[in-house]
């Protein structure tokens, strides 16, 4: 179960990461014509990468749980089951915003802001892992 969680979690260290700094703030460099053309397919493409991700990260923290709760995993499972809160009802409508919006800058500039939360707790839940995982 260590190996999944790693694998699981160093997949969502990595992958917002490059979302933070590489894919989001790219966005704005597309024309309005362009973002509404491309942000659709994107947002598909990367469901199929994010949610079996975040789906695996659920389940292994749900499962440490039950199998031997402590605080750390007790806490772990807080901040994962946070990303959802965050994701759910935050980032996904400011994706649909940008899939509606007449002028989605306003919006990119604001799912830039929010991805920095998931960044961080997703960034905090590996390091921990990681620390974890070399004891």
């Avoid at 990260?57 to 994962?80: A, G, H, P, R």
């Avoid at 009802?89 to 800058?105: C, F, T, W």
């Amino acid at each position: 179960m260590e190996l999944i969680q790693i694998v699981v979690d160093s997949g969502l260290f990595v992958l917002v990461w490059l979302v933070q700094l590489v894919i989001y703030p790219g966005f704005r460099y597309y024309s309005e014509v362009d973002m509404k053309r491309w942000h659709q397919p994107y947002s598909k493409r990367m469901t199929i990468i994010v949610l079996p991700l975040m789906v695996s990260q659920l389940l292994v923290y749900c499962y440490l749980n039950i199998k031997d709760v402590s605080v750390q995993s007790l806490f772990t499972l807080l901040l994962v089951i946070s990303t959802w809160i965050i994701t759910f009802r935050l980032a996904v409508p400011l994706h649909q915003e940008i899939d509606l919006s007449v002028d989605s800058n306003a919006s990119i500039v604001k799912l830039v802001r929010v991805n920095w939360i998931r960044t961080a707790i997703w960034t905090f839940v590996f390091i921990l892992n990681l620390l974890n995982y070399a004891d």
